[in-house]
């Protein structure tokens, strides 16, 4: 067949062509790659402003609890009755600040990218002495007494040390603010053919329902961390980095118990209990 010229031509345009939109694309591509890791950058930037500010207001809001349940469980001798009066309103501002604290926290968790673990085999007992002994000073004068099950003494975990720090303080500093002056905050150990839980139990006011629903649409991550309600966000986010999950149960003025689930491969080793009655150690916070 006999090559004809302008049909050459014609492919030679359309080549060209093809070759010029190809290479103008890609330039764009390049250029929404680049505006993507831009804005990627400045969520990152921004989440971890929200969490600053949202730990910065933590100190003093629970600060300003604590010295408003000590003034209002004075006797009315030491403290007329509006004192008191004035000490629950404190209180109740207190709880209402420490709230949107954990809103703030919920939202840097919204923005932060997926929880990256680094796992290692690390003794229970000293981790949860020192998330303790924060949350407990941050009451100043009020205090929490946190009754620590003798298995948990003894157990050996195989997780990110300092993202199960993270979770505990924020598990442990919800359930301060929901519990009043002198109240027991327990946690123990719950180990099933794959799992090992740390369970949390508090006697505060607990929540309604409506307040844990915490399995939205994986989709939709402002409608799950909102549901979250308790700045837990980042901590169900880290929980589940591990293969893992965290969970609410609540009795409306009763109380709450907040279950972080691990894979039970994570249980490195539980030594032998001593031969004594099975009575949960009592550490009391600071106070």
Excluded: K
């Excluded at 006697?203 to 961390?225: I, K, P, S, Y």
């Amino acid at each position: 067949m006999p090559e004809n010229p302008v049909f050459l031509a014609v492919c030679a345009l359309v080549l060209s062509l093809l070759a010029g939109a190809c290479l103008h694309y890609r330039r764009r591509l390049r250029h929404c790659e680049a505006a993507l890791a831009e804005a990627r950058r400045g969520l990152a930037a921004g989440g971890r402003c929200l969490g600053l500010v949202a730990r910065e207001l933590r100190v003093p809001a629970f600060g300003m609890l604590g010295h408003a349940e000590r003034l209002g469980a004075q006797s009315p001798e030491a403290a007329p009755e509006a004192v008191s009066v004035g000490a629950l309103a404190i209180a109740a501002m207190a709880r209402e600040l420490l709230r949107l604290t954990e809103d703030v926290a919920d939202l840097a968790a919204a923005e932060a990218g997926p929880g990256v673990v680094a796992p290692e085999a690390f003794p229970v007992a000293p981790l949860l002495r020192e998330v303790t002994e924060t949350v407990g000073s941050l009451l100043g004068p009020a205090c929490r007494h946190w009754r620590i099950a003798r298995e948990l003494e003894v157990a050996t975990l195989h997780a990110d040390r300092r993202a199960l720090h993270g979770v505990l303080s924020h598990v442990l500093t919800r359930a301060a603010r929901l519990s009043r002056d002198g109240d027991f905050i327990a946690l123990r150990l719950l180990r099933t053919a794959d799992t090992v839980s740390l369970i949390v139990e508090d006697e505060g006011m607990g929540a309604g329902a409506g307040d844990l629903a915490v399995d939205a649409a994986a989709g939709d991550e402002a409608m799950r961390t909102r549901g979250m309600g308790f700045g837990l966000a980042m901590a169900q986010r880290l929980m589940r980095a591990h293969g893992g999950e965290l969970r609410l149960e609540a009795v409306p003025g009763v109380g709450t118990r907040t279950w972080l689930t691990l894979p039970g491969t994570c249980l490195v080793e539980a030594r032998p209990l001593p031969a004594r009655p099975s009575v949960g150690a009592l550490v009391a916070a600071p106070g």
